[in-house]
């Protein structure tokens, strides 16, 4: 996968990459994804090797308005611009152009539709740090900012030759004698406000990039990393990456919602077949487990007609409650529902079916798993002979998802969006419209 889509960075979007183990490298990444199609402006709010003047094909040394002015009909011309200030006396680097000067010339590039990538602060080549007084600097017009660590860091000792400015690690990880650094370290660092997060503009998205997940110690590392980072809302997705390969992303850890849809009014069944039991467990409660026990977050259960008595069947199962007063005019009206309770740093959702009792954690999580590696708009259970149930659909399809109408859901979206097939067994046709229905799932 590119890093492009994993980042979900689009033409107009400001970018500032901050942190160690891949800043550049990750920059370098995203300017042969994009260009030529997508015009790409480069920059440094701090300083810059002399050497990354190889990043662009072209380099400018920001002095003037003048300057400025100059760009909208540049990056027609060019696909990709460096723009510095002068040449740093003391070493050889470069400056960063007058702030004055950036904060007119990055919304302005952006604005024409070209992709602004900003190195927000150094890290002199090592795979770990913490930011200094100084830094980041981020302007506040920034949309979304990347904190880069390297994966290769977790297991050494923080006073190795990995870690830059092992002092301002230990101050903010609290610790006073040698340490061997372990995932909770990094998630802790990815989620201070004086480490990752330090002076991102509030506006701004948050994803992060693990870098140099080169192995599979490496990426299970990153895995627990992924999952401590993600339990702070400040930061919408993980992404573990080798981001000097092509196709750089092995894995993207977002946050994915579970709808369950509950809202159906049972006619042919002849009563609220919800509430029915099997091996023990009614059915409602049986598809809250699956998507709980494949890690969802957050879970929705989307009530129509029965609403009442299902929601006494949840008793205290930590879901959110959906009521869909309009739950008659079908299916397409509790998803609806169901995507109004979330929240904007969601990735996508998984959307199940109450009255598929066979329907599993180990389904969901394939669907989860096989999303991850993809980011595809669509991840369905494909029984070799018809798409099943349940379905993951992207955040990139929750727009066209409000747009239906009439009783049907999702399904409507499959001609119009890239679907990718998850091969499944019987488990994922199964549902219960009848009394005879549930006998069958009951007997298989």
Request: charged residues 25%; proline residues 7%; glycine residues 8%.
């Amino acid at each position: 996968m590119e890093l492009t889509k994993a980042l979900r960075i689009s033409p107009g979007q400001i970018v500032a990459f901050v942190g160690a183990g891949g800043k550049s490298s990750s920059i370098r990444r995203l300017i042969e994804e994009l260009t030529p199609k997508t015009p790409v402006l480069i920059t440094t709010t701090t300083k810059l090797a002399l050497d990354q003047t190889d990043l662009a094909a072209h380099h400018i040394i920001l002095r003037s308005k003048e300057d400025v002015s100059l760009f909208p009909a540049l990056l027609q011309e060019q696909s990709s611009v460096l723009v510095t200030g002068e040449r740093w006396p003391e070493e050889p680097k470069w400056t960063a152009p007058p702030k004055d000067l950036l904060a007119v010339l990055l919304p302005l590039a952006a604005s024409s539709g070209a992709v602004v990538l900003i190195e927000a602060d150094g890290a002199r080549g090592r795979s770990l740090k913490a930011p200094a007084e100084h830094e980041p600097v981020i302007p506040p017009f920034v949309d979304l900012v990347v904190p880069v660590m390297g994966l290769d860091s977790i297991g050494t000792e923080l006073e190795g030759d990995l870690i830059y400015r092992p002092e301002l690690v230990k101050k903010v990880l609290r610790i006073q004698k040698d340490h061997i650094l372990q995932p909770t370290d990094a998630a802790r660092l990815l989620t201070h406000g004086n480490g990752a997060l330090k002076t991102v503009p509030e506006r701004a998205q948050v994803r992060a990039i693990l870098n140099k997940a080169e192995t599979q110690k490496a990426v299970e590392r990153g895995r627990e990393i992924a999952k401590l980072t993600l339990k702070t809302d400040r930061i919408e997705a993980v992404i573990l990456a080798q981001v000097q390969q092509a196709d750089p992303v092995v894995e993207v850890h977002g946050r994915i919602a579970g709808i369950i849809l509950a809202g159906g009014g049972s006619r042919r069944f002849g009563r609220p077949k919800l509430l029915e039991n099997m091996d023990g467990e009614v059915l409602i409660r049986r598809a809250v487990r699956a998507a709980k026990d494949a890690g969802l977050d957050p879970i929705v259960v989307v009530l129509g007609a029965d609403g009442p008595a299902v929601r006494e069947a949840l008793g205290q199962l930590a879901v959110q409650i959906a009521n869909n007063p309009d739950w008659a005019e079908g299916q397409s009206s509790s998803v609806r529902a169901g995507l109004k309770m979330l929240a904007p740093i969601v990735d996508g959702a998984v959307f199940l079916l109450a009255d598929m009792p066979l329907v599993d954690a180990d389904l969901v999580s394939t669907l989860v798993e096989t999303h991850r590696k993809s980011l595809e708009p669509i991840v369905a259970p494909w029984t070799g002979e018809r798409w099943g149930n349940p379905v993951l659909f992207d955040s990139t399809t929750f727009e066209a998802l409000r747009q239906i109408r009439g009783d049907q859901g999702g399904r409507a979206l499959f001609k119009t969006y890239s679907v990718e097939a998850v091969p499944w067994g019987r488990s994922a046709m199964l549902d219960i419209d009848t009394p005879d229905d549930l006998d069958t799932i009951r007997g298989v």
